[in-house]
C-alpha cells in the first residue's frame, strides 16, 4: 500500500483530475512536493503491477 501522502497526491490527481497547483492548495505543500508525490506513486504502481502485466503477455487462452 502507498504511503498516505501518495495516495492523496495520486487520487487527487488521477481519480480526481485535479491540477498540481490544486493539489498543493489542498494537502498545503509546495507545488514541487506533490509533483514528488506523484511520481514516486506512479513508480510504486508500476513496480507492483509490473508482474501481473508481464504474465497476462505471456497467458494465452
Not at 487527487?12 to 514541487?32: K, M, N, S
Request: glycine share 4%.
Amino acid at each position: 500500500m502507498l504511503p498516505l501522502d501518495e495516495r492523496t497526491a495520486i487520487v487527487l490527481r488521477e481519480l480526481e483530475g485535479l491540477r498540481y497547483e490544486e493539489i498543493a492548495r489542498i494537502i498545503e505543500c509546495p507545488v514541487g512536493t506533490v509533483r514528488s508525490r506523484i511520481f514516486r506513486a506512479r513508480e510504486a504502481i508500476i513496480e507492483k503491477i509490473g508482474p501481473l502485466r508481464d504474465a497476462s503477455r505471456t497467458k494465452r487462452f
